[in-house]
T-cell receptor
Framework: QKEVEQNSGPLSVPEGAIASLNCTYS??????FFWYRQYSGKSPELIMS????GDKEDGRFTAQLNKASQYVSLLIRDSQPSDSATYLC???????????FGTGTRLQVTL | KAGVTQTPRYLIKTRGQQVTLSCSPI?????VSWYQQTPGQGLQFLFE???????NKGNFPGRFSGRQFSNSRSEMNVSTLELGDSALYLC???????????FGPGTRLTVT
């Protein structure tokens, strides 16, 4: 079983819709969770971090964490073509600085 | 504030050679981590340095090594290059006590 799992996609959503990206992790000791956006040929860009159960909102982005279910998700409201990218879920366990990444979900926002 | 910088951005090497990549963290960040990204394996952790000491190491062979200088700049070295070392090498920095890591643009290494 992979440590961090994501559906590779592509996830296709129409412009203006809500995109829902999901991630599960296996290490119950994980304490910090991150979403990165990576455009083709570019490096990952941090867009959200979440540490506590529940929702965290930042602009059009909402991260949701459920530690009991070992599940973290990212919602993108009012999706725009510029949101088309690969979204990487990353998990940090304990005090180590080693990020464990999922393989990423490719999001396509269509006109 | 300037972001993480990495040099060189692109590199072509031959099997058996060695290579050194450089990373300058965001000003004030003392933790530097290195990652390898390939289409097949995704993003994998190489090692992390803090205050010139390696704090964590991933599952890579000893051909991969690194170091950090007193100004927090870091270098990683790969010796005896193999074709499979072709990848995007990413450096990320974080502020002391904070978990958020910010990535540089990466160095694209091609081994022929």
């Amino acid at each position: 079983q992979k440590e961090v799992e994501q559906n590779s996609g592509p996830l296709s959503v129409p412009e203006g819709a809500i995109a829902s990206l999901n991630c599960t992790y296996s290490d119950r000791g994980s304490q910090s969770f991150f979403w990165y956006r990576q455009y083709s040929g570019k490096s990952p860009e941090l867009i959200m971090s979440i540490y506590s159960n529940g929702d965290k909102e930042d602009g059009r982005f909402t991260a949701q964490l459920n530690k009991a279910s070992q599940y973290v998700s990212l919602l993108i409201r009012d999706s725009q073509p510029s949101d088309s990218a690969t979204y990487l879920c990353a998990v940090l366990a304990g005090t180590a600085s080693k990020l464990t990444f999922g393989t990423g979900t490719r999001l396509q926002v269509t006109l | 504030k300037a972001g993480v910088t990495q040099t060189p951005r692109y590199l072509i090497k031959t099997r058996g050679q060695q290579v050194t990549l450089s990373c300058s963290p965001i000003s004030g960040h003392r933790s530097v981590s290195w990652y390898q990204q390939t289409p097949g394996q995704g993003l994998q952790f190489l090692f992390e340095y803090f205050s010139e000491t390696q704090r964590n190491k991933g599952n890579f062979p000893g051909r991969f090594s690194g170091r950090q200088f007193s100004n927090s700049r870091s270098e990683m070295n790969v010796s005896t290059l193999e074709l499979g070392d072709s990848a995007l090498y990413l450096c990320a920095s974080s502020f002391t006590g904070k978990n958020e890591q910010y990535f540089g643009p990466g160095t694209r290494l091609t081994v022929t």
